[in-house]
Structure formats: C-alpha cells, structure tokens
C-alpha cells in the first residue's frame, strides 16, 4: 500500500494518544514469561511487540518473528536458558541479514548451546535450552544495547546471577538503564558501577504485581517533528508519557526546543507547542538515541536547516542500513547530504526535487519520519503498512490532526 499526503495544516489544538513503549513492553514480555505473576496494562500493539508475545507462547518448535529484531534478540537468550526445549530462530530475508554473533558468543560464555543454521554469525539459529552454571560474561561495550539487554533479562533466572562486564565506551547507556530500571521495579536487584554490571538471582513473586507500560516515546518522536514544521502557536497533546521516564527517546523534550518545540509536562500528558523560529546550525550526538535520527535529519531538512548528527553507527544494521537509506530519500528530495559510518552532514536545500516519492525499504521509521513533510510538500509513502512494526495507528492518528492521506 502507498499513500499520498497533500500539503496540509494541522489543527491549532490536537490531542493523541499512543499506546505502550514498544521497549518496555518487549523487555516486560520476557519477564512476564520467566515470572508469571507479573501483569502487564498498556501494552504496545506493535507487530514487534505481537510477535513476541507470540513467539513467549507458542507451543511450535519453529519460530518466525518476521522483522523484529528486538524479539530475535531477546528471544534467544530467553531459549537459551529454556531446559529441555528446542527450538529453531528464525525471521524476514533482512533479519537473517541482521548479525547475532555478538550475542550468541556471550551465551555460549554462559554456557548456551546456540548453532548456526546457514551463515555463520547471522539467523537463523538452532537454540537447546539448558542449566546455564557460568554467571560471568564479557562484551565489548559498543555495542547495540539489544545484546545487553538480553542477557540482563535473563540474568536474574540463572543460578548464580550475572556479572556483565563490559569493555570499552558504552553505547546508548539509556536503553540498559531501562532495563535495570524494569528489573528493579518488579524487585529484581542490580548494580551498574563503572562498566560492570550485576544481576542478583530471583525467585518467583508470591504476590501478583501489576505494571502500567508508558506511551512509547519514539513514536512521539514524529508529532515533535509535526509541531516544528507548523505555525507558531501550534499545540499537540500526548498521553501517557511521564516526565521521569526510563526511555532514552524522552530526550525529545530537550532536543526539540532547537526547533522551536517547548514540552509542558501535566498529570500523564505532554503538551507540544511552536513557540518560536529556530536556529541555522542543528548538532547532536544521537549515541544514545539513535531511533530518532531520521526524524531529526527530516526535520532539519524541512526547516532548511544545517545539521550535523554523529553517535549513528547502529543505524547500519537495523531494518535497513538508515544512513544510506536517509542519503538516498533525503538527496531525491533535493538535499546536500553526506554520510560516513557513524556520522550525517546535512546542507541547506538548494535542487529542487527530482522526485516526492519515498522509499522505505520496510523499515517503518522510514515511513513516519518523512511523513511530516506534507505540511511543506505534497509527499507519497512507499509500502506505508511498514509502520505497523511500531505504530499501527499512524496514519490514522494523522488524519484526525488534519492531514489528508489517500491510499493509491
């Protein structure tokens, strides 16, 4: 399915509300599975999300979790400890293109029994669950904060814990601190000193607890984007978001008010408004946020802006290789743009258009970064279902602020 969005306004006044953070929810499935008595309200609809519950239930010996490569991550070490349970891993053409052999070299450390099905390194995998004694494991730190994660939610279920020590500069520090925020919530104990990290073993709650998921703060990600591009006055509700928020992507708050953007925390809510014109020159290290550098590098594209963004080199392996995946849309669009591994350099706009037609090479945040364009330019959205991976609500949550999206 394409759509075409016409160069629209959006409302003066504007509320949405967006479900549960795809990244708590996936880190609090896992749990949920290895601790029953845990509850979860508001959670993301996701297909990631969906894919993981899924995969957490299936009786199946064979399991696709198509493009989430969150759940493939997590997913193999929640097997990897499953005793006497086999199970093949598997996902989409482009997750077998995805490397795992980070992660499965840490548990194979922990004394995992991990086997590479066809590409050494890479999905599929076959996975035999068992005991896993080893509590100590070492990774280089620069990693993607997946292969972290994932052992840190499996660490409280091993015999002895986990001693994660990692090796290096740590690479999107928030995404691991909302993990052991998410252990210690539910009363798992942990430590993060310097660049070691301990998991204590625990046992099964003897009291049911129940947790709320907060909305998912990359999502809201494309609304800051919305706001920056429209009139001064400009005002957008989102709910729920909390002000002290585990997500890393709750750094929008501050970036955004380079583009004019100021966020007004209330109750559960957060209230955008255009307040005021913004600078020449944009310049972040996204290290630590790196899900929100496509929407960054549109907006700055909009608002004929420079920009400059550095800390990117995870881009490379998600769902599509995104910084040349931004090269080639942004350039089609008529941007000065160059890349390196970890770095974008954006230029003023000076070509027109060669075209208004966005790939998005099934990669949903592809889809929803450039969707805000529309309130400069009449844009169309290549294979726009891809948002369904996050936010399945997407397009309709635009129409209801005002823009005009038709399929064609």
Known sequence: MNVELQVCKIHLQNEVRISGSKSETNRLLLLQALHPNLTLENTSDSDDSMAMQQALSTPETVIDIHHAGTAMRFLTAYF???????????????????????????????????????????????????????????????????????????????????????????????YINMTLALLNKIGIETTFEANKINVKPCALYPVP???????????????????????????????????????????????????????????????????????????????????IAQTIAVSAFALGLNCHLTGLHTLKIKETDRLEALQTELTKLGATISITEDSLQLSRSTTQPLSNSIQTYNDHRMAMAFAPLALRIPITIENAEVVTKSYPAFWNDLKSIGFQISEI
Request: proline share 3%; no cysteine; aromatic share 8%.
């Open 209 to 291: 607890f129940v947790l709320t998921v907060e909305s998912d703060w990359s999502s809201a990600s494309y609304f800051y984007s919305i706001v920056a591009l429209s009139e001064i006055g400009t005002q957008l509700t989102l709910s729920s978001f909390k002000k002290n928020s585990f997500q890393g992507d709750a750094a929008l708050a501050e970036i955004y008010v380079k583009f004019g953007v100021q966020t007004t925390f209330r109750d559960d809510a957060i209230t955008l408004t255009k307040q005021n014109d913004v600078s020449d020159t944009i310049s972040f290290n996204l290290n630590h946020t790196p899900d």
């Open 80 to 174: 990897a400890i499953r005793e006497n349970k086999e199970i093949v891993l598997t996902g989409s053409q482009r997750m077998r293109e995805r490397p795992i052999g980070i992660l499965v070299d840490a548990l194979r450390q922990l004394g995992a029994d991990i086997t590479y099905l066809n590409n050494y390194g890479f999905p599929p995998l076959r996975i035999k669950g068992k005991k896993l004694k080893t509590n100590q494991v070492t990774l280089a730190a620069n990693v993607s904060s997946q292969y972290i994660s994932a052992l840190l939610l499996i660490g409280s279920s091993l015999e002895n814990g986990l001693e994660l020590k990692l090796e290096g500069e740590i690479t999107s520090i928030p």
